[in-house]
């Protein structure tokens, strides 16, 4: 059964720790993407990554790291910089075109990280 | 910078009326996706429109991609309580995937 997963569902953490959250695929798709979305508000982007030991700063990267070791894993870490990191992360994936374009997202249940 | 503006930001109709949001863009997009995401849930992918003034139906669904390229619409005719939750826009443009921030859409039995 193919698809994408994030673990944990709901995931609760003291100010000033760093917290890692799980992504994997076996979709077999090239890119991967996680994003940030607050109440009320669409998704911002993170960090994305096209191949495994490549990625790229998206529009909120500050606060955040991200690996891409295997095709199929992107975790994210929300490090203590990170100044406000109580959000719902999303994780998604997709087929990469030749020359750059996007095809449709498959996205993650997605992770509920509260910072106590 | 590039911007992807999406309007109304909510919208209650009563069951069975007609609803539309829409996407405007700053810049001429590549493409244009559409998703849904109910409450509590993830976002799921709609549609894709990459032709200039193309449209396209699913059911009581109704996507447009302007002729500019910049901008779009997705139409629901007769709405139904299914048709709950938030629709995003997501317009490709070279490298980037840039989302609206979405129609919240509450349908009133």
């Known amino acids: 059964d193919g698809g994408i997963t994030q673990s944990p569902k709901y995931l609760f953490r003291k100010e000033g720790q760093n917290v890692t959250l799980s992504c994997e695929q076996n979709l077999n798709h090239d890119a991967m993407y996680w994003y940030r979305q607050d109440p009320g508000q669409g998704l911002r982007l993170i960090y994305y990554s096209q191949i495994v030991n490549d990625f790229q700063k998206g529009d909120i990267a500050e606060g955040y790291s991200v690996s891409r070791e295997k095709k199929e894993s992107f975790p994210l870490t929300v490090t203590s910089a990170q100044k406000n990191p109580t959000a719902f992360y999303l994780c998604?994936?997709?087929?990469?075109?030749?020359?750059?374009?996007?095809?449709?997202?498959?996205f993650g249940p997605g992770t509920r990280l509260t910072v106590l | 910078g590039q911007q992807v503006m999406q309007i109304p930001q909510y919208q209650h109709v009563q069951e069975g009326e007609d609803f539309t949001t829409y996407c405007n863009s700053s810049t001429t997009l590549s493409n244009i996706q559409w998703y849904k995401q109910r409450p509590g849930g993830h976002p799921v992918f709609l549609i894709q429109?990459?032709?200039?003034?193309e449209v396209k139906k699913q059911k009581r669904l109704t996507f447009q991609f302007g002729e500019a390229k910049k901008n779009s619409s997705l139409h629901i005719t007769a709405t139904q309580t299914t048709d709950v939750g938030t629709y995003f826009c997501a317009g490709n443009r070279d490298d980037k995937i840039i989302f609206g921030k979405g129609t919240r859409l509450h349908i009133l039995p």
């Open positions: 429109l990459v032709k200039s003034g």
């Open positions: 998604a994936s997709s087929i990469l075109e030749p020359g750059g374009s996007y095809n449709e997202q498959f």
